[in-house]
């Protein structure tokens, strides 16, 4: 079937990377930056933009007068807490903003999340120990065991902190006022969970990013599993977008008959939309819970670098890692294999 025609009026531009320039040590910028896999992004309250760099291992923060500074990470692998410019990380998959503006990083590799306070310019560790494994349900997320945590979010409902453990095929959430942590789907066995079945009982493929609604649903997406899974408020669990085969169909059509492959990571739109950023097929969709369709809405399907300045369907991307929605509206997505940002803007 047919993606449906962009709008007119909508158009793709750079944000950040895509260019030369390596200088880490001062503001240089965005636009002309040389960025190494960008993946996460988020904004803070006064509307700055905020980057991890997957194989920078750096986080950087773009101001809105288009200047780019690192303000994390000493572009070294390692574990290191203190000063935020000496702190070394291990592939930092994404990030969250706090309505405090810490900034919670999801560092995969190190199995913990730390939190950079910009106020103090400090990185400490928050949740998991940074040893791998599985341990610590029910006590303090601290103390407590991951198997790479691949995405953060914080829920809409204010009171849950997800998190996407996927060596241990669970999704677990932090109560935000107790700091307590609990699974939330899987059962630490890898499979395609059945539909209707108790989400805390089931296996989960591979969930590579978790998303929270402001009713309680928990939005799971599963990278190799090639899908989209919900945990309804009743706990249960269903699958909505995906057949679980590798590929790349059903535009415009009926969500569950479509395929993906490889999805990396998702978000809400002001609609109450999920945004998917369907990596490997290069491109953007979006599915939408009230009638379960599913739409393209940036990239053509065809890797490459492409179609920057003009309509969003007919630029190229390149294994885009991060989705975002400002509360402005304004759709960000990390492109990150040509280690650049892009906007969509009317």
């Not at 880490?24 to 002309?32: D, F, L």
């Not at 910009?118 to 407590?144: H, L, N, Y």
Request: some cysteine; proline content about 4%; overall charge neutral.
């Amino acid at each position: 079937m047919a993606a449906p025609s962009s709008s007119v009026a909508e158009r793709i531009v750079l944000v950040a990377g895509g260019g030369s320039d390596t200088n880490t040590s001062a503001p240089i910028q965005a636009t002309i930056a040389k960025l190494s896999s960008p993946f996460g992004v988020d904004f803070d309250a006064a509307g700055n933009l905020y980057l991890v760099e997957m194989t920078g291992e750096r986080v950087r923060k773009l101001a809105k007068d288009g200047m780019l500074t690192v303000v994390a990470g000493t572009g070294q692998k390692g574990f290191t807490n203190g000063p935020a410019l000496q702190a070394q990380f291990n592939g930092i998959h994404n990030l969250a903003i706090s309505g405090t503006d810490d900034i919670w990083l999801a560092d995969t590799f190190n199995n913990c999340v730390r939190i950079f306070n910009p106020t103090a310019g400090t990185v400490g560790r928050v949740i998991g120990t940074g040893e791998k494994g599985f341990s610590g349900d029910g006590g303090p997320a601290v103390q407590a065991k991951f198997g790479g945590i691949y995405c953060i979010s914080i829920g809409l409902d204010g009171t849950n902190i997800y998190l996407a453990d996927l060596d241990n095929s669970r999704i677990r959430a932090v109560d935000s006022k107790s700091g307590r942590v609990r699974t939330v789907a899987g059962n630490g066995k890898k499979a395609i969970p059945a539909d209707g079945a108790r989400a805390v009982e089931s296996p989960l493929v591979d969930p590579r990013a978790v998303i929270g609604d402001r009713d309680g649903r928990v939005y799971v997406l599963e990278r190799s599993g090639n899908a989209l899974r919900v945990v309804e408020t009743n706990g249960t669990i269903r699958t909505v977008v995906g057949t679980g085969q590798k590929g790349f169909s059903g535009d415009g059509g009926e969500a569950s008959f479509a395929t993906l492959n490889g999805p990396k990571h998702l978000c809400f739109d002001q609609d109450g939309s999920v945004l998917i950023a369907d990596t490997e097929n290069h491109v953007i969709r979006r599915y939408s819970p009230s009638n379960g369709i599913i739409v393209r809405v940036a990239g053509t399907g065809k890797k490459g670098s492409k179609g920057v300045g003009g309509p969003p369907l007919e630029c190229e991307l390149d294994q885009p890692h991060g989705v975002y929605v400002h509360r402005d509206g304004t759709l960000y997505i990390s492109d990150s294999s040509n280690h650049r940002v892009l906007k969509i803007v009317k």
